[in-house]
């Protein structure tokens, strides 16, 4: 069964939101196959987002995102990857629709609340950097 990472950014821990993001995905049908809650060390934050290290918003939004805890997941589901994008709403919460999880709680482009794989190769880099095998578990039996 398909898998994706997400993650709740400092912004939404520090305002309470994990268990009203947690009910979105559960209620859309999608199982909770992993979380902590953790600090991201420097190290694996510019790891993370390797793929925008020669952006000029880089080294703030390495230093955002170890600012205070995240939330990382793993959901599993048919179609998680892009379904659980278009529940996040648009990049920028100015652009995102009302009704995504951007468009309600998102204020900037930085502080937008929840990161989530774009593609099933990221999905499985980034799982594969947040989560021991051993820390995950599968629905698939219980269908
Ligand atoms: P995310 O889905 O976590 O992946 C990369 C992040 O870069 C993105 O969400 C935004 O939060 C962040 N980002 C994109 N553009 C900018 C920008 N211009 N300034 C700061 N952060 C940005």
């Known amino acids: 069964m398909e898998k994706t990472f997400l993650m709740i950014k400092p912004d939404g821990v520090q305002r309470n939101l994990i268990g009203e993001i947690v009910s979105r995905f559960e209620d859309k049908g999608f199982k909770l196959a992993g979380s902590k809650l953790m600090q991201i060390p420097t190290e694996l934050a510019e790891k993370h987002y390797g793929e925008h290290s020669d ?7 390495v230093e955002f995102i170890t600012s205070g805890p995240v939330f990382a997941m793993v959901w599993e589901g048919e179609n998680v990857i892009a379904t659980a994008r278009h529940m996040m709403g648009k990049t920028n919460p100015q652009e ?33 950097l947040f989560f021991e095998e051993a820390q995950l578990v599968s629905y698939d039996k219980n269908d």
């Open 96 to 128: 995102a629709l009302p009704g995504t999880i951007r468009g309600d709680y998102g204020l900037t482009v930085g502080k937008n609340v929840i990161h989530g794989s774009d593609s099933p190769e990221s999905a499985a880099r980034e799982i594969d």
């Open 55 to 61: 952006k000029p918003f880089f080294g703030e939004l």
